[in-house]
């Protein structure tokens, strides 16, 4: 772990940002104003996308809105167990090297972080289920895009969200990117607003961090450059 970059505060620059960036799994209930989220998603709104297409919608959720979002999509994970299936393909079919290491290891050492050993179902679960609790964060975002757009539209999404996890982490924010919640597009339409045209990309927890609990300490590893990067000359 590298401590130097467990920071709860705001970041002074773009570096500071980046380095700081995790997905934290613990928010304190302090509010967000509305005005400040609205801030930073204009800003994020400077994204490059291919032509210009701006292929992103968001929703925001607090207050009553983000718990009706919440238990409804609860209960459908605590009941409908293997009913529900994400529109796109996040995942690959079968994992294989270096991508299933690395990701067996994320896991391990959250979990081993929570004390949640290899087996304990019921701990497993639970944990999961704070996903869509938004891990106690006040505000809640929900990311969608036109399911007829392509790739290219979702590799620009990708560079719109992170955008907003840096500029929160400008604000003195924390964030926490979840796929997860694209399983229950069809409880998210009971909820928000959403068109037929619209798929879900992901959800995002957003608020401040809770600097207590253990699981706010992971700080995942990455690759070293020389590993992933060609240098010529």
């Known amino acids: 772990m ?3 970059l467990i920071d709860y505060g705001a970041a002074t620059t773009v570096s500071r940002a980046v380095e700081t960036r995790r997905s934290l799994r613990a928010f304190l209930p302090t509010d967000v104003p509305m005005e400040t989220v609205r801030e930073i998603i204009a800003r994020s709104a400077r994204a490059p996308s291919g032509t210009n297409t701006q292929p992103w919608q968001v929703y925001v959720v607090k207050g009553e809105t983000r718990t009706r979002l919440v238990d409804a999509v609860c209960h459908a994970f605590e009941n409908e167990q293997g009913e529900h299936t994400a529109e796109h393909k996040y995942y690959p079919a079968k994992w294989f090297e ?3 290491a690395r990701r067996r290891k994320v896991g391990w050492d959250l979990y081993g972080l929570l004390g949640i050993k290899k087996g304990e179902h ?3 679960f639970r944990q999961h289920r704070r996903n869509f609790t938004f891990f106690d964060a006040p505000v809640g975002l929900m990311f969608t895009t036109h399911r007829d757009l392509e790739i290219g539209s979702w590799l620009d999404y990708g560079m719109f ?3 907003v996890m840096l500029l ?3 604000a003195g924010l924390h964030t926490c990117p979840q796929v997860a919640w694209a399983d229950y597009h069809k409880v998210i339409r009971t ?3 959403l068109t037929d045209e619209e798929q879900i990309v992901c959800g995002m927890s957003l608020g401040f961090a809770d600097p207590e609990p253990i699981e706010n300490t992971l700080v ?3 690759a070293d450059v020389d590993d992933y990067t060609t240098f010529l000359e």
Do not use: C, F, H
């Open 191 to 193: 909820v928000l607003p």
């Open 98 to 100: 270096p991508y299933q």
């Open 168 to 170: 929160a982490r400008e």
């Open 220 to 222: 995942t590893e990455r």
């Open 161 to 163: 969200i992170q955008n």
């Open 2 to 4: 590298t401590s130097e």
């Open 122 to 124: 019921d701990k497993t």
